[in-house]
């Protein structure tokens, strides 16, 4: 024990001076809360755009759906013939009941992003 003791005692490093070990502290410590920031940011981002095109998909999806289920609702001579929205009416009609659950699989995604967590604060004492 007493060699390991003379070991240490020989190759302690050296110390800076107590404002210069304040300072480099303090600087790292900015650094770290920078980059802190900058993955609450992405985070806060991504989270963001991955609700937008979930509402998005479920408003468009809704709508689609609806127009879908009231197809034989609407007069034929209220369309045009042969339109973009008669000829996707036409092939969507066989499986418009199917149409419901992608709409549901997004208004459940969105259930289970939108409440919000709380982050956990933890004090350093």
Known sequence: MNEFEQYLRDNRPDTPTEDQFLIETNARLNAVEGIKQTVDDERRRGRVALLAALIVGLVV?????????????????????????????????????????????????????????????????
């Open 61 to 125: 999806g809704a709508l689609l759906a609806t127009i879908v289920l009231l197809w034989p609702a609407i007069p034929a001579s209220a369309l045009p013939d042969k339109t973009a929205l008669t000829r996707t009416l036409e092939f969507l009609h066989p499986w418009r009941y199917y149409l419901l659950l992608p709409v549901a699989g997004c208004a459940i995604a969105l259930g289970l992003l939108l409440p919000k967590r709380t982050k956990e604060s933890f004090l350093l004492e």
